[in-house]
């Protein structure tokens, strides 16, 4: 009698960049605009802040690609790896620090070269179903 063994799981998910995370950054520093003026310091030191915190949103601005999707990917032998666009997926490690919500997945991970990065995946990412296997298979995988 043989043991036939299934093939191993896998999940795969492309995703956009959450137009929502981006709405609540730039919110946030505008009011960390804001609150640079009604600090009690010297001028210039408000001057200081506030150009770090435009130049902070520019950035926001800059890096903010509605249009570039991402893929994350879970093999039963090879484990999560990771790619942006047509990028070849490399292999991540995902770090327990990851946190899972019912809006906002934040994975924290380490790539192949031992690097911290963070992918951020809101709920409007993707359709409600692949959200919610993502959020399945973060916690139970691993």
Same mark, same amino acid.
């Given at each position: ?7 191993p ?38 001057? %200081? ?7 902070? #949103? ?8 509605? &249009? +570039? *999707?991402?893929q ?22 995902? %770090? ?7 809006? #906002? ?8 070269? &031992? +690097? *911290? ?26």
């Amino acid at each position: 009698m043989s043991v036939h063994q299934s093939d191993p799981y896998s999940f795969l998910v492309k995703f956009y960049p959450s137009r929502g995370v981006f709405y609540v950054g730039i919110v946030v520093h505008v009011l960390a605009l804001f609150a640079c003026f009604l600090t009690e310091v010297a001028l210039i030191v408000k001057g %200081l802040i506030f150009m770090m915190v435009l130049v902070s #949103l520019s950035r926001q601005f800059y890096i903010f690609k509605p &249009q +570039q *999707w991402a893929q994350l990917k879970y093999s039963g032998v090879q484990g999560w790896s990771y790619g942006q666009g047509e990028q070849e997926l490399t292999p991540i490690t995902i %770090l327990p620090s990851t946190v899972i919500t019912t809006r #906002l997945v934040i994975i924290h991970a380490l790539n192949e070269n &031992q +690097q *911290w990065q963070a992918i951020v995946i809101g709920y409007d990412s993707l359709a409600d179903d692949p959200f919610r296997q993502l959020r399945v298979n973060l916690k139970v995988l691993d």
